[in-house]
């Protein structure tokens, strides 16, 4: 595709709720990364992954966040137990990997998760 | 971990006027992009520096990497409602918390 693309856009769910979010990252992209942005707050980082493995995963803010990657493409960010400070948009990004410099990160859209 | 703060937080700015946007770190900057958020929307990149000294341009925006590699700047000539959104700094995956441009016509 032309760019990255997350689904679902809008996510409504009840307190103690499981959810998955997924991320389809620009083809050839070997990093992934999910970031979290509260209403009106910075990006905070949550998990990189480069290819299938997640080298970082200082972000996660507790035991019932987690995600995963397969086959180097699609990723999925589980929340088990909603809460309702986890309501925030979630957002994927990729970019390309390369010894000695730096790539950019190109960012989906968006998850809008919305906890009550 | 690396920090990134931006300053000022908001800006409030008369269309036609420039203005400047810094984004300090706590460690040497190793690459630093620039990426601007409508409300409500996705981010969009704009620039990337990696160089020490290094000053890119597009449009009416610049954005400089200073010689220490601590501080980067983005500038915005005769600023227009098309600029207004937030302006966020980050390297590798950290980032500002942003800079909220408005424009007054």
């Known amino acids: 595709g032309a760019g990255v693309s997350q689904s679902p856009s809008n996510k409504v769910t009840e307190k103690g709720k499981d959810v998955e979010l997924r991320c389809d990252p620009i083809?050839?992209?070997?990093?992934l990364y999910w970031y979290r942005q509260s209403l009106g707050q910075g990006l905070e980082f949550l998990i990189y992954?480069?290819?299938?493995?997640?080298?970082?995963k200082s972000g996660l803010p507790s035991d019932r966040f987690s995600a995963e990657r397969t086959g180097g493409s699609v990723s999925t960010l589980t929340i088990q137990r909603t809460q309702q400070e986890d309501s925030a948009v979630y957002l994927c990004?990729?970019?390309?990997?390369?010894?000695?410099?730096?790539?950019?990160?190109?960012f989906g859209p968006g998850t809008r998760l919305t906890v009550t | 971990s690396q920090e990134l703060e931006q300053s000022p937080q908001s800006l409030i700015v008369q269309e036609g006027k420039n203005l400047t946007i810094n984004c300090t770190s706590s460690?040497?900057?190793?690459?630093l992009y620039w990426y601007k958020q409508k409300y409500g929307e996705g981010l969009i990149f704009l620039m990337m520096l990696q160089k020490g000294g290094e000053e890119k341009s597009h449009e009416k925006i610049t954005a400089k990497l200073d010689e220490k590699k601590q501080q980067s700047s983005l500038h915005i000539t005769a600023s227009q409602p098309s600029h207004a959104g937030i302006y966020l700094c980050?390297?590798?995956?950290?980032f500002g918390t942003g800079t909220r441009l408005t424009i007054i016509p």
């Open positions: 990004a990729s970019s390309l990997v390369g010894q000695g410099r730096v790539y950019e990160q190109y």
């Open positions: 460690k040497t900057l190793y690459g």
């Open positions: 980050g390297a590798s995956r950290a």
């Open positions: 083809s050839g992209h070997t990093a």
């Open positions: 992954f480069q290819g299938n493995s997640a080298p970082d």
